[in-house]
């Protein structure tokens, strides 16, 4: 659930290219960091800048969810939107500028940009649905604080956000969107440069991704032999990765260069099996990317692929290693390469982390 809160050829240029990347397990030695909200049930660290603050969410014993802000010193802080629930972080820039989304009993979504001195500003951006499970999800900002994310409208139909401040948003559609309920666009990162990636889901209900640029042209893009391609985050050199499924429901991770080349990667411990694979989660300014991978017992191990398209896989101490759904789950790289992201432990409980090599 929590990747969705952050927790798809037309105009493609360039030439595709499908390479296979390799993995090792870690064998230098990097620090670890566990990362409980006191008296959390379980913790999720979501995201990291390039200062080391960390935003992440929690559950709490009420199962209230709420997000949170992590100092460099260890400090952390719950943020809550005003008579939310469910509160969720999408991203946190240097600044300290933290975006996010909330909801109340009525389940009607509604987004927020937090200040660093803690100050809650709530974002509704035009045409977002007021009914349960509808409204305003930011999912990315920039240095400049200019937002990025989706609504989903009073049909159930989504539509990508651009926010030039919390209260100035404009709506847009990738121009193959479908308009059906559960179709339309979705965008999930904004870089320096103001270029947006994520997916749209076509009248066919098959899922694409997309890349906006500044002055607002679309370029929508496959993965090769993809069933269905969904991109995560891009940097500030226009890079993005994701993933993709093939046609027998499997995952694969890719990145797509500024050129428009398409290179598939997958983790040499990810299974093969109906939704097993390779999933890239963030990419940092040079070109390393965070991610994780299910293997053949659907347990997850994370990993950080360099530039160059070598794979190191690593498994937070603590994570579990029994079959189902334990183990190691990498959500973001800063350009340090510091990793954040949560581990299950043998009891299925998860806890966050951050690794620094």
């Known amino acids: 659930m929590v990747q969705h809160f952050r927790s798809a050829i037309g105009a ?3 030439i595709l290219q499908l390479v296979s990347g390799g993995a090792s397990a870690e064998t230098t030695r990097s620090s ?22 960390i935003a992440g969410i929690f559950e709490s014993t009420d199962n209230d969810l709420h997000a949170f802000v992590r100092s460099t010193d260890g400090m952390i802080v719950p943020v809550d939107g005003p008579n939310a629930v469910v509160t969720f972080p999408g991203d946190i820039n240097n600044k300290g500028v933290m975006v996010g989304g909330y909801s109340g009993a009525n389940q009607v979504m509604h987004g927020y940009l937090r200040t660093a001195d803690g100050k809650l500003t709530t974002i509704d951006a035009p045409g977002a649905g007021t009914g349960g499970d509808q409204g305003t999800n930011p999912a990315s900002l920039t240095q400049k604080a200019v937002i990025a994310g989706y609504e989903i409208d009073k049909n159930n139909v989504n539509h990508g956000i651009i926010c030039r401040n919390s209260r100035h948003c404009a709506v847009f559609d990738a121009p193959d969107a479908g308009t059906g309920s559960g179709q339309g666009t979705v965008a999930f990162s904004i870089n320096d440069s ?34 269905s391609t969904e991109p995560f985050r891009l940097n500030n050199s226009g890079a993005i990765t994701g993933f993709w499924f093939d046609s027998a429901t499997v995952e694969h991770g890719f990145v797509r260069s500024p050129d428009g080349t398409i290179a598939s990667f997958d983790d040499n411990k990810a299974g093969s099996g109906y939704g097993q694979g390779t999933q890239g989660s963030a990419i940092n300014g040079s070109g390393e990317i965070a991610g994780f991978a299910l293997d053949s017992k659907s347990i997850f191990h994370g990993f950080v692929r360099s530039r160059s ?6 498994e937070a ?10 183990g190691t789950q990498a959500s973001d790289v800063n350009d340090k ?9 043998d009891n299925g409980y998860a806890h966050g982390f951050v690794r620094t090599p």
Not at 34 to 46: K, L, M, N, R, S
Not at 309 to 314: C, L, S, V, Y
């Open 194 to 227: 103001d270029e947006i990636t994520g997916y749209y889901i076509d009248s066919g209900n098959v899922q694409h991704g997309f890349l906006r640029t500044a002055n607002g042209d679309f370029v929508e893009f496959d993965a090769p032999t993809a069933a």
């Open 12 to 14: 493609m240029c360039g």
């Open 337 to 345: 390469g510091i990793v954040v992201g949560w581990y299950y432990d």
């Open 317 to 326: 101490p603590g994570a579990g290693k029994t079959p189902y759904y334990q």
């Open 32 to 53: 670890y960091a566990t990362i409980d909200v006191p008296g959390a049930v379980v913790t999720f660290a979501q995201n990291i800048n390039n200062g080391g603050e």
């Open 309 to 314: 398209g070598a794979i190191k896989t690593f």
